[in-house]
């Protein structure tokens, strides 16, 4: 899995926010998967149980994730 900006999470504003998500390990990062669809504050969760998560939104048959540093982790991976 790579993860190569694990590192900078734990510098982002509002990681606090984190302790309630249950896929990310500090170790491993995230463990979950989600897809960057254009939107500027939200990625697209690709679990199957989104919605038991904290931070899942849901809109239109689709759950979109609004952790910050999600996004900022599933936009760098698009690179």
Do not use: N, W
């Amino acid at each position: 899995m790579k993860q190569p900006y694990t590192h900078r999470i734990e510098a982002m504003p509002g990681v606090r926010s984190l302790q309630g998500c249950k896929a990310y390990k500090r170790e491993l990062g995230f463990t979950c998967k989600a897809k960057d669809v254009g939107l500027d504050s939200y990625v697209e969760c690709m679990e199957t149980y989104s919605f038991t998560c904290p931070f899942s939104v849901s809109y239109a048959h689709s759950h979109y994730c609004r952790c910050a540093a999600r996004v900022y982790m599933a936009k760098k991976s698009e690179l």
